[in-house]
């Protein structure tokens, strides 16, 4: 099993079923992305440079997303709070997850995956 993958299923609930859940819509929206392990958490790849990344703290689960500055769809639903460039979409259960804004934005992010990191 790879590390990113156990990660994941090292989680306690609910955030392991959070975390299964966002990994099946990324993989899903976004069928050529490659989930990798990368400053201890899972990161997934396009093309060999980043494109998002899950990460579970104390009481949330995030899904962050680099080159955020060209984002446009349901920004509203982003969350920056401590960030210069980067943006996510937090959960603090399975239920709040929304897979049509989740698959919105990760479309939104592929169509953007080849501009510079800074807008």
């Given at each position: 099993m790879n590390p990113a993958s156990e990660y994941i299923l090292n989680q306690p609930e609910p955030f392991r079923s959070?975390?299964?859940?966002?990994?099946t819509v990324v993989e899903q929206a976004i069928p050529e992305a490659e989930m990798k392990y990368k400053w201890r958490i899972p990161f997934f790849y396009?093309?060999?440079?980043p494109f998002c990344y899950l990460?579970?703290?104390k009481d949330y689960v995030d899904i962050?997303?680099?080159k955020a500055a060209y984002l446009t769809v349901h920004t509203e639903h982003m969350v920056t709070e401590?960030?210069?460039?980067?943006?996510?979409l937090r959960y603090r259960s399975l239920e709040a997850i929304d897979d049509q804004v989740l698959t919105d934005v990760l479309k939104d992010a592929y169509s953007v995956r080849d501009r510079k990191f800074y807008n």
């Open positions: 959070m975390l299964l859940h966002l990994q396009l093309e060999g440079k990460n579970r703290s962050g997303f680099f401590g960030r210069k460039v980067m943006k996510s």
